[in-house]
């Protein structure tokens, strides 16, 4: 749903491993998703989307699964690099003609 | 071959003063959105634009906030008497139509609006 007064989670990952940033969606209907990335002073920017008819999308050191019977959402992120801190959105939207909404985001932090 | 560009790219006025925020859409993008981000939270969203559609207003707080947009082109949100609470960064963005479906939104970098 949409992320109103919300503080964000962090999640912290050492430099090289993996990380996963999970996002619940609100609607079943929901026909197609997109993760964000935002980083400091600026607007999000698309990184990868996945429609309702698929349930895993892979990109450049990225994919992101989709799990429709929970609702749920994940982005992998292989081996984290210090560029890879940001706070990261998934967006939903609700049918092919509506507008896109974001869910909550999810700060990663990359330790050395 | 820009991007989304918004202006100023930073707002400090005093409380109770009308503010006016403007957003360059990429051309030929027909939606375009309003979001409000307050610091260190989320993207919540305030108004969705799309061709010669009604608005859709739905997320927007209270009638101080209005926003205008002409044809497939610029838009401005205004606030009207503002208030502390309306200091945040605020995001537009717009997004491409292929036959039915909205595509995903381009992102301008934000004003950042500070009422003392």
């Known amino acids: 749903g949409e992320s109103v007064g919300l503080h964000l989670p962090t999640l912290s990952v050492q430099e090289g491993d993996n990380s996963i940033i999970n996002c619940a969606y609100s609607?079943?209907?929901?026909?197609?998703f997109i993760w964000y990335k935002q980083e400091s002073g600026k607007g999000p920017q698309f990184i990868i989307d996945?429609?309702?008819?698929?349930d895993k999308r892979q990109g450049q050191r990225v994919t992101v699964l989709l799990n429709k019977t929970v609702k749920h959402l994940s982005l992998q992120i292989a081996a984290t690099q210090p560029g890879d801190s940001a706070v990261y959105f998934c967006?939903?939207?609700?049918?092919?003609?509506?507008?896109?909404?974001f869910g909550s985001g999810t700060r990663l932090s990359i330790r050395p | 071959g820009a991007g989304v560009s918004q202006s100023p790219s930073n707002k400090v006025t005093e409380k109770g003063k009308d503010v006016e925020l403007r957003c360059d859409p990429i051309?030929?993008?027909?939606?375009l959105y309003w979001y409000r981000q307050r610091l260190g939270q989320g993207l919540e969203f305030l108004i969705y634009?799309?061709?010669?559609?009604?608005?859709?207003k739905s997320g927007l707080p209270s009638d101080r906030f209005s926003a205008e947009r002409t044809g497939e082109s610029v838009s401005t949100l205004t606030i009207q008497r503002t208030q502390q609470e309306d200091s945040a960064v605020y995001l537009c963005?717009?997004?491409?139509?292929?036959?039915?479906?909205?595509?995903?939104?381009?992102f301008g970098d934000g004003t950042r609006l500070s009422i003392l």
């Open positions: 963005a717009s997004s491409l139509r292929t036959g039915n479906r909205n595509q995903p939104q381009h």
């Open positions: 051309s030929g993008h027909t939606a």
């Open positions: 634009f799309q061709g010669n559609s009604a608005p859709d």
């Open positions: 996945i429609r309702s008819n698929m």
């Open positions: 967006a939903e939207r609700y049918s092919s003609a509506s507008k896109i909404i």
């Open positions: 609607n079943s209907a929901s026909d197609y």
